[in-house]
């Protein structure tokens, strides 16, 4: 048996009988009735993608037949049958019943069966809009809800990081103290492998220091504790202070440092500590990366964007491209493990890229695998006075 996807109301026997003819070879089911109360039962208990009625009826007009569907179902697509042309008939079937279309009496079955099976394919097609918009809906809602408990999760992480950071340092600090008055033979003399063995430890202790100062560090950032110190500074100035303490390690591996300062870099309001501890990460890694030649530090101005740019090049090996994606990430380090030498603690670079956003700038890198880096961040250029 066929399932009912079409109700026609009308008051002549004779006219359904014939519209039961026309339709009993398609592949959907129709019910037909004379009464409204019949044709609202049975759009109640069938699977009702169309409803179609006629204008003239003893107990109801078709108008407010049809705007009764519509309160009720109002994904059934609606269709009016007039025996006459009627604009004010027209104009009500629109506004209250919602009609999808109007058929004058006498039909032409082909334009009807058209328009039912057009009628159908609308219903279909509404269907499954909402279908697809109800599962985006669940979707996203899963997502906030997995972007809630996920945003709790990394909270408490950075709050465990804070703290176990906080905690670490007392005893870090105690370690390298006990270390040192050990080195100083203040205690005893020292054999060659006693001194290389605390050596190795110092070392190591150092390093752990510096990862525990780099979580803090960027806890602190990422959390929002980290209030920025800004004033309109020269940052010409900054990058000249930095340069000058990093030669004396570049000298010490044959490399030279030179800046291309431009006289027309406007003032920038910045925190000049934090700017500070940018440019020393990235000068001191284009140091650690460079065998051969040296680097050179620029800057200049991006007028469409009212901002100053500093470049950082190195004439280092370069960088594979597939490995640009994991700069400015956490516990990311440039290079082969095994070549690495000093390490560092991976955080340097993510720690750059929250102090250039929270300057509300931005931080990249150009780098090909022929050779060279360029590590590019800009800072916003303090606007000038229309008089100044």
Known sequence: MKEINVVILDDEQNILNSLTRLFKDEPFGIF???????ALEAISKEKVKVVLSDHRMPEISGTEFLE???EKYPYIVRILFTGYTDIQIAEDAINKGGVYRFINKPWDDISLRRTILEAIERFDLRQKNRELMEEITNQNNQLLALNAKLGKMYEAQKEFSSTVSHELRTP????????DVVMSETTGQLNDDQKNFLNKAKSNV?????????????????SGKEILNLTETDVNI???EVADIQRFV???????????????????????DKINQVLDNLIGNAIKFTEKGG?????GVIAKEESVVIKIKDSGPGIRQEDLDK?????QQLGDYATRGTGGTGLGLAICKEIIEKHCGKIWVESGQSGGSSFCFTLPAKKREENG
């Open 238 to 240: 900054i990058i000249t």
């Open 295 to 299: 680097i050179d530090i620029s800057t």
């Open 250 to 272: 570049a000298d010490k591996k044959g490399l030279y440092i030179k800046t291309h300062l431009s006289g027309d870099i406007p003032m920038v309001l910045l925190d000049s």
């Open 206 to 222: 150092d390093r752990l220091s510096r990862l525990v100062n780099d979580v803090l560090s960027l806890s602190k950032l990422e």
């Open 32 to 38: 037909t009735t004379t009464k409204h109360s019949e």
């Open 172 to 179: 870090l600090a105690s370690i390298k103290t006990t270390i």
């Open 68 to 70: 009764k569907v519509k």
């Open 327 to 331: 700069l400015f990430k956490k516990f």
